[in-house]
């Protein structure tokens, strides 16, 4: 932030406007004009302080209402970037993350964060059909786009359809694309809902506790053998679900 413009301070003191809705104003001039572009990083609220001559308080305050005005993005632990448009999928498409994500011209990354074989629960048997006591593979990988989070993957899997599936690295395909080749999809059964996320999955998806998750569950066959149950949770602020009828 360019704190050596003459008389910014006094522009702020002279203002009618509230200081927040000043610090407000100065940033979105400048991601209006082009000069902080989409992922750029904004100054902190330290820098703010800083230079703008506010408070922590005002500053918290414009920073907090631009995100949720979905002007920026804030990354716990990380910093504030001004938003770029969000990433979208059809709403009654299964389609792989990495595809859309590369449509939209950005770098799609994948960390496992587990990948293993454990009893099925209950809620799992009656998903996959599976018997009681059956063994299920289950992996949990984080999705990111340009580096920045946007989905949590939880999915569990038959291993009858998909007996290699632990051994997979995930790193140049996704348990998407891969069960899709392994077993053409059939038929389809979504649930899609607004949710706040758990602790774990924040610290995964780097936002706060109160940020709004889209969440869909979603299962799948092929003919008529259940293939996988998943769980893909997104932040509310980086993705959304388009529909056309």
């Known amino acids: 932030m ?3 413009k003459p008389g910014l301070h006094d522009t702020f003191s002279r203002s009618a406007q509230p200081l927040y809705a000043n610090v407000k104003n100065y940033v979105r001039e ?3 004009s082009g000069e902080w572009p989409p992922n750029h990083r904004i100054p902190s609220e330290n820098e703010i302080v800083t230079e703008l001559g506010v408070s922590r308080m005002t500053a918290n305050r414009a920073l907090r209402e631009l995100a949720t005005e979905g002007a920026i993005l804030r990354v716990q632990g990380v910093g504030s970037f001004v938003a770029s448009r969000k990433g979208s999928a059809p709403l009654l498409g299964v389609k ?5 994500i590369r449509e939209r011209g950005h770098v799609h990354s994948a960390k496992i964060v587990m990948i293993q074989e454990e009893a099925a629960t209950p809620d799992v048997v009656d998903a996959l059909g599976l018997p009681v006591g059956s063994a299920v593979f289950h992996s949990i990988i984080t999705h990111c786009e340009n580096d920045l989070p946007i989905q949590i993957e939880d999915r569990f899997v038959n291993p009858s359809v998909a007996p290699l599936y632990v051994r997979q690295s995930f790193q140049n395909t996704t348990p998407n694309a891969y069960l899709t080749e392994l077993a053409p999809i059939s038929h389809v059964d979504q649930v899609v809902e607004a949710v706040t996320a758990q602790p774990w ?3 995964l998806l780097s936002i706060s506790s109160i940020e709004p998750c889209l969440m ?3 299962r799948t066959w092929t003919q008529d053998i259940p293939v996988t149950s998943v769980r893909l949770l997104y932040p509310g602020s980086r993705y959304r679900l388009e529909g056309r009828s």
């Open 216 to 218: 869909i569950k979603r």
């Open 2 to 4: 360019d704190s050596s």
């Open 96 to 100: 792989n993350i990495a595809d859309e």
């Open 201 to 203: 999955e924040c610290r």
């Open 30 to 32: 400048r991601i209006e």
